[in-house]
């Protein structure tokens, strides 16, 4: 059975707005978030720009750090308490972020409302509802996150990579120069890294620049040539055009939208 401590629903914080906590939420919690506006947080050493509608739950004593994008941030969380397994059969990961999409946003927002109002109601039953909702809500943003698999011994090493990729958006990624590096012919090295992640090597290299890209729009007034090149493109060209497939819209028109100094 789950145990919430405190929670809030659509908590607003201003730009200014950041969290920094080394060992985590207090001794014994966990922290469930539901972020409702863009944010930087940091996911396995690297910092990136993640998206409305996402959601993550912090492991006891794992690293926080996360904060406003360039405006207003709006959250929903939970410090919450619960079986020492009971992230067993879930597909979702301790600190590991997880965008809702699909319409599925409104869903999980529902469900945090109304966990917040069978805890805060304090009812007789409260907190046996509240217990259940929670584990709707794991099932739920269970079902819309691939199963990861380890895949033999390759596992530890696709993990590596895969930071690797994050931490060096620059670099002249090739997936046959990586299969190499693992001494597998490319086929099946992106069937494992595939199954491994849920998704393909070559999709992990875009999202890494384009994450790469949205830190320089926000926190720099480099030119667009310049964050192509830091971001591992070759012009500013190809670089406008994968970042508006990927972010869907430009890089100009995401740096107004979210910037507030300009």
């Given at each position: 059975?789950?145990?919430?401590?405190?929670?809030?629903?659509?908590?607003?914080?201003?730009?200014?707005?950041?969290?920094?906590?080394?060992?985590?939420?207090?001794?014994?919690?966990?922290?469930?978030?539901?972020?409702?506006?863009?944010?930087?947080?940091?996911?396995?050493?690297?910092e990136r720009v993640l998206p409305p509608n996402t959601f993550i739950v912090y492991n006891k004593r794992s690293y926080h750090k996360y904060r406003?994008?360039?405006?207003?941030?709006?959250?929903?969380?939970?410090?919450?308490?619960?079986?020492?397994?009971?992230?067993?059969?879930?597909?979702?990961?301790?600190?590991?972020?997880?965008?809702?999409?699909?319409?599925?946003?409104?869903?999980?927002?529902?469900?945090?409302?109304s966990v917040s109002d069978a805890f805060y109601s304090r009812g007789r039953m409260g907190a046996e509802t509240c217990s259940l909702l929670i584990q709707a809500m794991l099932n739920t943003v269970s079902d819309l996150c691939p199963a990861e698999k380890k895949y033999g011994r390759y596992h530890d090493e696709l993990l590596g990579l895969r930071r690797e990729i994050y931490g060096s958006p620059g670099k002249e990624w090739r997936i046959s120069d990586i299969a190499d590096r693992f001494h597998l012919n490319r086929s099946y090295f992106q069937e494992i890294y595939k199954k491994t992640f849920g998704t393909p090597c070559g999709a992990d290299i875009i999202n890494s620049r384009v994450e790469c890209a949205k830190g320089a729009l926000l926190n720099t007034d480099k030119s667009m040539s310049e964050i192509a090149e830091i971001s591992g493109y070759g012009s500013a060209v190809h670089f406008s055009r994968q970042f508006a497939r990927a972010a869907g819209c430009s890089p100009t028109a995401f740096r107004k939208k979210y910037r507030t100094d300009i």
């Open positions: 059975m789950f145990e919430i401590f405190c929670m809030g629903c659509d908590d607003v914080e201003d730009a200014g707005f950041e969290v920094d906590r080394p060992d985590g939420w207090g001794a014994g919690c966990y922290l469930m978030l539901f972020i409702k506006t863009p944010a930087y947080m940091t996911v396995g050493g690297v406003a994008c360039g405006g207003v941030y709006i959250n929903d969380w939970m410090e919450f308490d619960g079986p020492n397994n009971f992230m067993d059969d879930l597909s979702v990961r301790f600190d590991t972020p997880v965008t809702i999409t699909g319409g599925r946003e409104r869903e999980i927002s529902s469900l945090f409302r």
